[in-house]
């Protein structure tokens, strides 16, 4: 049986907790195999050693549905205790909430991509436990696609942001442990961290192979069918096609009112895009973009997941109905994630070149050549990171 950091805390906590102060990194998601919640848990087994909790972006119910809905700070009703929002006023904790605690216990589940804000969250708390000379223990979770896969550009300087801090692929195949080891050496946030290892979980494993139930570390995160698709089908936010917010299948839907589908079939047609079936849709989102608005568009089937590409997938479709529909398409305009300039598709993409290069029409597996480069450069640094085999 798979065994995750949380649960493997709780049954043999290492010795530097004794008599510690704890924080907790958390939201809803963060529950162990019997979906007991792991404030609550650590509350039981440590009393008041816990004295607070921290919440990512959507809050510590994950009830704020988009970016830049900020959370504030409340107080948990069923263990009492403070609830500090870093995706609010601050997205790093402040040096008083830093002195309420002596150990920082990060316990997020991550599904695997670049642009999901959880993993900036927890490079602003190794920054801000380097600064204040406290230790961080990154309780860990499975990647629930894969810790074998990875894929896309790397993320040029140029792109940084909220969604982007360092650069990683869009699909970088670490657990959340993994990625706290990588960042603090390899971008010397110089904070001292350990990891609660898991215990049972393989590289190869999807989270439909783990046993764990899912819970939702996101509103639009139902399933982790679709943490399967996100890594490519995330591009949608920077344009004006849904990725279907305000349905029952965010980020599987995506579509617009000006869509055809055989047109869009018949582009396609003959591209190499494995292990996914598209079929096509009429959706009417009850939120977001085209809210109230029948969407012609698809459904991205995944009928192989281990062969399936997310990111090549999406950048083609991205690609299609750009060339398709140059007088409908759009880039979403600024602000995303706190900028205020840069177009949003740039800084999910992760490089401006991408985009035009797109729009003019290159050849999508020449582009993934010149990055073949920059991905194995990552492959490499990444494995000496590996906690799982």
Known sequence: ?????????????????????????????????????????????Y???????????HGFFSEKQDNMIESDHCVDPLTGLPVYSLYGEQRKPTREMMEQIDVLLVDLVDVGTRVYTFLYTMAHCLEAAAECGKEVIVLDRPNPIGGLAIEGNLLRPDCSSFVGLFPLPMRHGLTFGELALLINKE?????????????????????????????????????????????????????????GRGTTQPFEFFGAPFIEHQAVLERLAGQDLPGCLLRPIVFQPTSGKWAG??????????????????????????????????????????????????????????????????????????????WEAGLAGFDGVRRTYFLYH
């Open 187 to 243: 971008f010397s946030l110089g904070a001292e961290v350990m990891v609660m290892a898991m215990r049972g979980w393989q590289r190869e494993m999807l989270f439909r192979d783990t046993g764990l139930p899912w819970v939702a570390p996101s509103p639009n995160m139902p399933s982790p069918e679709t943490a399967m698709v996100y890594p490519g089908q995330v591009i949608w936010e920077g344009t004006n096609i849904s990725e």
């Open 293 to 370: 608005a029948p969407c012609r568009g698809f459904q991205l089937h995944v009928t192989d997941p281990r062969a399936f590409l997310p990111y090549r997938t999406s950048l083609s479709l991205l690609q299609t109905l750009q060339l398709l529909y140059p007088e409908e398409f759009r880039y979403k305009n600024p602000p995303y994630e706190y900028e205020y300039q840069r177009l949003p598709l740039d800084l999910i993409l992760g490089d401006t070149a991408l985009r035009r290069q797109l729009a003019e029409g290159r050849d999508l597996p020449e582009l993934e050549r010149e």
């Open 1 to 45: 049986m798979l065994h995750i950091g949380l649960e493997l805390f709780l049954d043999s906590p290492p010795p530097q907790v004794a008599g510690k102060r704890l924080g907790y990194l958390c939201n809803q998601a963060s529950t162990d195999h019997l979906l007991r919640h792991g404030a609550q848990l650590l509350q039981r087994r």
């Open 47 to 57: 009393g008041r050693q816990l004295c607070c909790l921290f919440s990512p972006q």
